[in-house]
Structure formats: structure tokens, C-alpha cells
């Protein structure tokens, strides 16, 4: 690629969506930095810090990486890469290390990897390909019931893999993803609310089995029924399944408006509050920041995925298109759970708060997945001279 390309491709860069991006990872090393030094020692504490700031440069450095790389290049390997995808996965279950009682991660040398979120980027790719495979000008029919159960087992498969885990939160996100490109790629809003209903009611007859006839079933494990049912009621069993939900409350009603300080949480030393790093977040930056810090990254994720719909709806293709509407189903679902289960309109499932909570795995892929937004964008307008430029998030 030739200088004067680069630096046109530089000019189109959607500036503002970097720096929001650039602002939330701010707000992830100060809130990390906060809950490491009230909660841990010095040296431990300073080493938390390094980490994560390390992993944050490695991450803004391979958002720039896959900025830069011609997104359709990767339709001619979406095959193999879902292959590797189907492939990763299943090589967790039989040589992954369990941490916790999940096996969701693989050892590479010192470092520990976690597939499954890098699985979810690669899905976005792959179904973006399938269902833009025939662009929607040249179809004479509409989608049908067959294409709609095709692009359901194109993730089923991941998604059943990641659950086997088991990992609720990360198999739900994959259905997130789905529905999201189905929807940009032209399926009726019926047909995908009907299919969402089946779900729905396959899940409620599952639980009902479970719980008032002892049914045994596939990949529903007990952890999860016991998050469901303190979700229903945190207070049944206070000590057990619904302590985290109730600390979670407790520590975001004691940063009122504007928080007890970034280094004076009150439930984070005395560890009333589990996962203050990872899952739990938010309730952590809610007591150190109050409504005014929640408040403004709350913003900072509108602004961002308000940013990446405008790259949608300017996409050159629909394979474009669904790599950017999945890629805001996958974020979206993340900050809607994660927020939710900490204010207790949520299940806990365990999903991290994007760019926010401690993590490699999950930054380096969020980050990938904000180049590829930032990619579709910056090519934007480079059709062929005399073809139809049309907007697919408006249809």
C-alpha cells in the first residue's frame, strides 16, 4: 500500500470513535488502579497495574493492525477460519486448564489464553461472510426459513462448545451476535422474534424440568439455576447464591453521586464485594465514582456505539455491514449484562465490562473487533466508478 493510500485512509479514520475507545481504556487503568491499591499490597498491586497497561498498548497496537488490513480479504478465509474457530474450542475441552471449575482457557507458554472470546470475533467474520455470500440486489426471493436455520447452526456449534464449558454469559453473546446480523441482513423482524420465542420457551421448559420434576438437563449445570434463582429473589439465600448480587447493590448505593474516591471504596478492602476486578466492575467504580462517574462512561459507550452504527450504515458492502452491526451486538450485549447484573436487572453470568475490566484475552479481542469497525469505515466510498452506494442499516 502506497504512502498517498495510507495517509487518505488515515484522513477517513473516525477520530472520535478512537479517541472514546482511547478514553474508556483511561477509565479501565484508573478504576484497575484503584481497586488494586485499596484491596491488594503495594508491590502486588503495582504489578496488577503493569499488566494491564502492558495488555492495553499490545491491545491499541493490534486495533491498529487490524484497522489497516483489508477487511475483504478475510472472505476468502472465512472457511478455515471457522474451522479453526470449531477446531479451538473444542481443544478447551480436552486440554484446557480449569480454573474455578470451568475449563475455559489454554495454556501458551507462561500465558494463559481464553479462545472463547476471540471465537466470538471470528463468528462475526464468518456468519458476516455466509450471510452476504448473495448481496441482497441480485436475491429474487426473500430470505427464507432455510437460510434463517442455516445461520442458527453456523453458531449453534460454537456457541454449544462454549457452553460445555460451561459458559453461560459467552454462549448467550453468540446469540446476540447472531440476531444482530440477521437482522442487518434482511430477515424478516417477525421471523427472527418468532425464533427468539422458541428460545425463550425451550429455556423456560428446561428450568421448569430442572426445578419442579429433577430433570437432568444437557449443559444446565447447577451454578447456573442457583444464579437464576437468586436473580428472582437475592435475598432466599443471602450467604450463598445472592451474596454477590446484594454486595454488588450495597456497594453502588454507598457511592451515592460522586463516590467515595478512587482509592477509598468501602466494600473493595474488606473484599465484601467479589470479582471487583473482573465481573463486578462497575459496582466497583460506582462506589469509588458515584452516579457522576457511571454516568459518564455510560456516555462514553453510547458515543462509541453510536460511532460504529454510522460505520455501518456507511459500509461499501454487507459483509461490512454485519462485520460492524455484529461487532455492536457483541458489545452492546456486554455492557447491557454487566451493568445489569451489578444493578440486579440482570442474571449473573459473568460477562466483563468491555475495555474495562481486567482481562487480556477479552481486551485483545474487543480491541481486534474495534479495528475491524475502524476498517469497514475508512472504506467506505471506494466502490467502482458508476455503482450504487446504499445504506444496509437503514433497510
Known amino acids: 500500500m502506497g504512502l498517498t493510500k495510507r495517509l487518505e485512509l488515515l484522513g477517513k479514520t473516525d477520530w472520535i470513535l478512537v479517541l472514546t475507545v482511547l478514553v474508556l481504556l483511561i477509565f479501565g487503568l484508573a478504576i484497575s488502579a484503584g481497586i488494586s491499591t485499596s484491596s491488594l499490597q503495594e508491590a502486588m498491586a503495582s504489578a496488577v497495574l503493569r499488566r494491564q497497561a502492558l495488555w492495553v498498548g499490545i491491545g491499541v497496537a493490534i486495533m491498529a493492525v487490524s484497522a489497516l488490513i483489508n477487511y475483504r480479504w478475510l472472505r476468502s478465509l472465512a472457511l478455515p477460519l471457522y474451522l479453526a474457530t470449531v477446531g479451538l474450542l473444542a481443544a478447551v475441552l480436552r486440554f484446557g486448564v480449569v480454573v474455578g471449575g470451568a475449563r475455559r482457557w489454554i495454556e501458551i507458554g507462561s500465558q494463559t489464553v481464553q479462545p472463547s472470546e476471540f471465537a466470538k470475533i471470528l463468528v462475526i467474520v464468518t456468519l458476516a461472510h455466509q450471510l452476504s455470500r448473495k448481496s441482497i440486489e441480485e436475491e429474487d426471493e426473500p430470505r427464507t426459513w ?44 417477525w421471523r427472527l422474534l418468532a425464533a427468539l420465542g422458541v428460545g425463550a420457551a425451550g429455556t423456560a421448559s428446561a428450568l421448569v424440568a430442572n426445578l419442579r420434576y429433577g430433570i437432568d438437563v444437557p449443559f444446565l449445570r447447577p451454578h447456573m439455576i442457583n444464579r437464576l434463582v ?74 462509541m456505539l453510536l460511532r ?46 468491555p475495555f474495562i475490566s481486567y482481562g487480556r484475552s477479552a481486551l485483545v479481542a474487543d480491541m481486534v473487533a474495534v479495528g475491524l469497525v475502524i476498517n469497514v469505515g475508512i472504506r467506505s466510498g471506494t466502490s467502482k466508478p458508476g455503482s450504487t452506494k446504499r445504506s444496509y442499516i437503514s433497510r
Open 308 to 353: 460504529m452504527l454510522s460505520a455501518a450504515s456507511s459500509a461499501e458492502d454487507e459483509f461490512g455491514a454485519a462485520i460492524v452491526v455484529g461487532v455492536v451486538s457483541m458489545l452492546f450485549f456486554h455492557v447491557l449484562v454487566n451493568v445489569g447484573m451489578a444493578v440486579g436487572l440482570m442474571p449473573v453470568t459473568g460477562l466483563p465490562l
Open 230 to 303: 437468586s436473580f428472582v429473589d437475592p435475598s432466599a439465600d443471602p450467604t450463598g447464591a445472592g451474596y454477590q448480587l446484594q454486595q454488588s447493590i450495597i456497594a453502588i448505593g454507598s457511592g451515592r453521586v460522586t463516590g467515595n474516591g478512587l482509592f477509598r471504596g468501602i466494600a473493595a478492602p474488606l473484599s465484601f464485594l467479589p470479582e471487583q476486578h473482573t465481573d463486578f466492575v462497575f459496582s466497583s467504580l460506582a462506589e469509588r465514582t458515584g452516579f457522576l462517574g457511571t454516568s459518564m462512561l455510560l456516555v462514553l459507550f453510547l458515543v
Open 146 to 189: 432455510f437460510d434463517l436455520a442455516w445461520a442458527m447452526v453456523h453458531v449453534a456449534i460454537p456457541a454449544v462448545l462454549v457452553l460445555a464449558q460451561p459458559d453461560l454469559g459467552t454462549a448467550l453473546v453468540f446469540v446476540a451476535i447472531l440476531f444482530g446480523e440477521l437482522y442487518i441482513s434482511g430477515f424478516s423482524p
